[in-house]
């Protein structure tokens, strides 16, 4: 048993530029929460549900990693107000969404009181004037505010929604007078909008303002002329709205919305262009007043007003043009120091993109750049002389455990094995052994081998077990590789001891770890007891260089290492030749300027920290006995695993009945095989109880009724194993039930199955995710896929499409660097990554400079304080629905050249935020709102997603943020990158 001479072309490369590179010459304020108070519709909805998310520092909403608003729900009273809590000094989102009614939980379905005066009709039903119609359709208005004040009241309503569609895609420019393109959310396109769309109808303001609530008319006449007939006309107009609705049928306010904003935020005065025009609003706005019945004669006055004001307005209105509005001026929107702000910010944005534009220059102060460049050049240079010493080093290592476990296991008493395999280069000079206490010295005593029972459960109370699965060979000593008679480089390695005394125990070994099957407390013939696992592990030690002792060039790497390999078999062939991945490697070095100084004498050193661990490393088998490091992220080039692969029968279904506990209940196996090897891994039994009443004591539906009856539905899953004796599969273990309120029934607990992809996408272990197309019934009238129903008995097998091969791969990697020149600013490098895949990762890393302390942003490690340069960043293409990132430069005290001409000091921050949908390929799924205002899992087509759909970054959109205020967004026009500012002006890059 030996590691076979494995190591060392595998972790030559990296692990000397690791140890002999210890480093590379390569935020957002928060806010406080207030309370505010949120009004929709006309104070007529009631249980209607709002959504409210915060807008990020790109000016994007905030959504989850499968692109689902990532906020808060609030619900509505009888008055239609929601209290809400949402972040001040920042632009916040709000969308009305409804629910139905719930008889089983009780739960309060949305109701919308009818507004139009000769009546409603919804999904088939009539209502009168100010009835209560339960409904969730007209649903999905949306509002944008910025910095709203404690116990301000916001506005949603159709009209809210046109002006956050507007603000989205749209900030006017005062200068140009003209509506620019921009695709992000900011103050100034929020403010600009709101008053825009409040021009546009005429209405005071379309989130400040209350529409009045037509059935209730007649208390509007303590209020003044002014007060009354603006929230008569934006009533009037919301009821007109929605009773055009009714005709269009659904997704009418998001045609409006869409139209309006692509026409520049201008309406269509009179005609057919468009889904809207203001003609047909105002008139059945008109049309519904004229029919209603006022008793106060105040009040009739105010409406009389209203529509006089309306006919005249209608009156001169043209057939196929366009309002021609803009918003008021942003010296009325915003105070003066507001005003002054956003000029200025405009300003130094623009001149910290100049400061930036050579960052790599810029970055530090004048003179360190040069200093870290000759450092770090320094480093490589050692490195690269090394690089093939250091393998050396290793081979002769590897070689040493070889030797070592050759003469135990020969038992030739105190006699070594012949070394002559492993002394190609003669750098062995002697070897003895002591059978007695099988230890093995090499070379005079310089190097000194023995074995341990290796401590592989490090939770227990016993340090020194007896037996375990691993055995350490013990590798100390010295190790040196010369050239022309010179020693060119010195490896020292020790064990870690307590208190740091070599007379007691060992806290950390160094040597080979080796794993076996069986346990055992000595080393083992492989032969009889398989190795599984090989670790090289080096608890302590230290390399140099002697030639450059007490020259400029003196460096000195110190440290631990450990390099995991694990033992795997083909997951589909038990008989196959077990093969090793690597599973796990760490590094914690230092690389100083004086050899075996203390750490406080350094003038120049560097830290460098690295751990990274293979996801795939118990499922992949690779393809040759030890799998190399430049193997990562390649899937197996054998036919089984590529794209389109088909394994026959991968899934068998069967549905039917079993009594379980006395209750008959339905269930439906999905068994998994390939090439004939059943497979349990993903192998389950569902099980779907029958809906039964129970008594709600723990009161669900939050209504104070312990007592009251209520239905409930229980689901199961089960593991299925295969016993080979008897030809069949069985139930081993079951989870927790999950239980839902309501009455449901096999067939929609199998499509809910299905949509959630736990039946149609399977994992198989050591070969990938396949897809399998259950039969369906096409779309319904939202779009969305359903099951066909499986029979009750019915069996079936089907086939499975490999569409995402496995891969082996680094999932998680954590690199951190430290570097400390004499008399100069402390500079820190932290990154840290996952990655299911080559094109699948998300990334953190951070680069700090002259800072005073730490603290954590996201993964990563920043640095903090007065004087304090730093970039941040992330990006992340995990997600199916799009690639995002951000880059957030911060550097103190930066002289700025205004285009005034003037020169200030301000510390800045300048953020770059991406958000980039992948390629023209939709996902085959999507998400919807459904009855309970929930999101819910939508098929839209019976497919796997395409894993191959890519998304280059040359069609990407950038949002500049500069000191938390979005200014501008960067993209490439006509194949040259071109800065976009929110005044309307632009710059290339």
């Given amino acids: 048993m030996a590691v076979k001479n494995v190591f060392s072309p595998l972790i030559l490369a990296p692990l000397a530029a690791a140890l002999l590179a210890g480093c590379s010459d390569s935020g957002s304020s928060s806010s406080s929460t207030v309370s505010i108070k949120v009004q ?29 608003l990532d906020g808060v729900y609030y619900e509505t009273d009888e008055n239609g107000y929601a209290d809400a809590t949402v972040y001040s000094e920042e632009v916040s989102y709000f969308e009305l969404v409804g629910r139905q009614y719930d008889d089983n939980t009780d739960t309060d379905g949305t109701t919308v009181r009818c507004q139009w005066v000769d009546g409603c009709s919804d999904d088939g039903t009539s209502y009168a004037f100010g009835d209560d119609m339960e409904t969730t359709s007209g649903m999905g208005w949306r509002a944008v505010s910025y910095d709203l004040n404690k116990n301000e009241l916001i506005r949603v309503t159709p009209l809210t929604d046109l002006a956050a569609q507007l603000a989205y895609d749209y900030v006017y420019s005062e200068s140009d007078a003209a509506w620019s393109a921009t695709g992000y959310y900011s103050p100034y396109s929020v403010e600009q909008a709101i008053s825009q769309v409040s021009r546009v109808f005429n209405v005071d303001s379309v989130e400040g303002s209350e529409p009045a609530d037509l059935t209730q008319i007649n208390e509007w006449s303590d209020n003044s002329l002014t007060a009354a007939t603006n929230a008569i006309r934006y009533g009037a107009l919301v009821a007109a709205w929605r009773h055009l609705e009714e005709s269009y049928g659904s997704g009418f306010t998001a045609a409006v919305a869409g139209e309006f904003s692509a026409d520049a935020g201008q309406m269509l005065q009179s005609g057919n262009a468009r889904t809207l025009s203001l003609e047909t609003l105002y008139n059945a ?30 009156a001169d209105l043209q057939a196929d043009a366009y309002t021609s509005v803009t918003p008021a001026t942003l010296a009325s929107l915003f ?69 070592y476990a050759t003469t135990y296991l020969a038992d030739s008493g105190n006699v070594c094995a012949d070394y002559a395999t492993y002394n190609a280069d003669a750098w062995i000079d002697s070897c003895s052994y002591n059978a007695a206490t099988a230890v093995m010295t090499l070379n005079g005593g310089e190097i000194s081998v023995g074995q341990m029972v290796a401590d592989v459960n490090t939770t227990d109370d016993d340090d020194t077990p007896s037996s375990s699965h691993a055995i350490d060979v013990l590798i100390t000593g010295r190790y040196e590789v010369e050239t022309g008679g010179e020693v060119v480089l010195r490896f020292d390695v020790d064990n870690t001891y307590e208190d740091d005394d070599p007379d007691n125990d060992i ?68 008989s196959s030749d077990l093969h090793f991945n690597i599973d796990t490697v760490v590094l914690n070095g230092r690389v100083s300027d004086v050899v075996g100084d203390e750490d406080d004498d350094d003038r120049d050193y560097s830290t460098v920290y690295i751990a990274a661990t293979a996801e795939n490393a118990s499922d992949y088998y690779p393809e040759k006995e030890f799998a190399s490091f430049n ?57 779907f109880y029958p809906t039964v ?51 449901r029934d096999t067939d929609e607990d199998i499509q809910d199955l299905w949509e959630a992809g736990l039946l149609s996408r399977i994992s198989v272990s050591g070969r990938g995710d396949y897809f399998v197309s259950w039969p369906d019934d096409g779309a319904d009238s939202d779009g969305c896929y359903v099951m066909t129903p499986l029979a009750e008995g019915g069996s079936a097998t089907l086939s499975g499409t490999l569409y995402e091969p496995i891969v082996l791969g680094l999932s998680a990697a954590r690199l951190r660097t430290y570097v400390r020149l004499y008399d100069e600013p402390k500079t820190l490098f932290d990154m840290v990554a996952y990655a299911s895949t080559a094109d699948k990762y998300t990334l953190q890393a951070a680069l700090s400079h002259d800072y005073s302390s730490t603290s954590t942003s996201g993964d990563v490690y920043v640095g903090t304080g007065s004087d304090l340069d730093r970039i941040v960043l992330a990006y992340d293409t995990d997600s199916n629905f799009d690639i995002s990132g951000s880059a957030v430069i911060y550097k103190d005290g930066v002289s700025l050249s205004l285009d005034s001409g003037t020169t ?33 899992l939508c098929v839209t087509d019976n497919i796997a997603e395409d894993s191959s759909a890519e998304s280059t970054l040359d069609d990407a959109v950038y949002y500049l943020n500069f000191r938390d205020v979005v200014y501008g967004s960067i993209r490439q026009e006509s194949g040259v990158w071109v800065i976009r500012y929110i005044d309307g002006s632009w710059e290339t890059l």
Avoid at 912 to 924: A, D, E, F, M, W
């Fill in 904 to 936: 200030e000091t301000v510390d800045s921050s300048l953020g770059l935020y991406l958000k980039r949908s992948y390629g023209t390929t939709p996902l085959p799924y999507k998400y919807i709102t459904n009855d309970d205002g929930e999101y819910e």
């Fill in 335 to 403: 105070s003066s120091d507001d005003l002054e702000d956003y000029e200025l910010g405009i300003l130094r944005a623009k001149a910290f993109v100049s400061v930036m534009r050579d960052y790599d220059e810029n970055f530090f102060e004048d003179g360190y750049k040069d200093q870290l460049d000759a450092y770090a050049d320094m480093l490589k240079e050692i490195g690269d002389s090394h690089a093939d010493d250091l393998d050396t080093i290793v081979q002769r290592y590897v070689d040493t455990e070889a030797l």
């Fill in 693 to 743: 009443q129970r008594e709600d004591s723990d009161d669900i539906d939050d209504d104070d009724d312990t007592d009251e009856i209520i239905e409930t539905h229980d689901v199961e899953v089960c593991e299925l194993e295969y016993s080979d004796t008897a030809a069949d599969w069985s139930v081993s273990t079951c989870d927790p039930k999950t239980r839902v309120y309501e009455a």
């Fill in 507 to 574: 806290e950390s070994a160094s040597g080979i770890r080796v794993y076996f099957t069986d346990e055992v407390s000595a080393l083992d013939d492989p032969d009889n007891n398989e190795v599984i696992g090989y670790e090289i592990r080096w608890s302590d030690f230290d390399l140099y260089d002697p030639r450059y002792v007490d020259t400029d060039q003196e460096t000195e790497v110190t440290g631990s290492f450990r390099l995991f390999y694990r033992g795997v078999r083909d997951p589909l062939d038990a």
């Fill in 631 to 687: 193997g990562f992220f390649t899937p197996n080039t054998s036919a089984d695993f590529v794209e389109g692969d088909v394994i026959s029968d991968l899934v068998a279904y069967e549905r039917g009945t079993e009594t379980v506990s006395g209750t008959l209940v339905d269930y439906l196996d999905v068994r998994l095989s390939a090439d004939g090897e059943p497979l349990e891994e993903g192998s389950a039994r569902y099980r």
């Fill in 285 to 314: 706005a008109v049309e519904n007043l004229q029919n209603l019945t006022v008793t106060n004669s105040t009040v009739q006055t105010y409406v009389s007003t209203v529509i006089t004001g309306l006919e005249a307005e209608v």
């Fill in 40 to 68: 929709v519709g006309q104070e007529d909805i009631e249980y209607g549900l709002v959504r409210i998310a915060s807008v990020t520092e790109g000016g994007q909403i905030d959504t989850d990693s499968e692109g689902r």
